[in-house]
Nanobody, 113 residues
Framework: VQLVESGGGLVQPGGSLRLSCIASGFTFSRYAMRWYRQAPGKERTLVATITGAGDRTNYADSVKGRFTISRDNTKNLVSLQMNSLKPDDTAVYYC???????WGQGTQVTVSS
């Protein structure tokens, strides 16, 4: 099993980033996927969830209306579109498969002017 995130970086407040997570080693379309984040000195928290079929999503209150989780099961890809970014969104973002209890290595997102 492997989850590889990409797409992080430095962005100004109000800007956008799109994170990607490529999965391998399991039947991707069967399983829900999640994005978590961990800010410096804080616990890892759930950001968004998407079902295996991609027909239902759920978001943390702090990102509702700004972030969108999606997936392409033909490419074993789950994405997180992040708009209207704020300094409080600064964190390492992780892709996670809850059924397999497997984490990606994380990608750093820094929102700063």
């Amino acid at each position: 099993v492997q989850l590889v995130e990409s797409g992080g970086g430095l962005v100004q407040p109000g800007g956008s980033l799109r994170l990607s997570c490529i999965a391998s080693g399991f039947t991707f379309s069967r399983y829900a996927m999640r994005w978590y984040r961990q800010a410096p000195g804080k616990e890892r928290t759930l950001v968004a969830t998407i079902t295996g079929a991609g027909d239902r999503t759920n978001y943390a209150d702090s990102v509702k209306g700004r972030f969108t989780i999606s997936r392409d099961n033909t490419k074993n890809l789950v994405s997180l579109q992040m708009n209207s970014l704020k300094p409080d969104d600064t964190a390492v973002y992780y892709c996670y498969c809850p059924i397999l209890d497997y984490w990606g290595q994380g990608t750093q997102v820094t929102v700063s002017s």
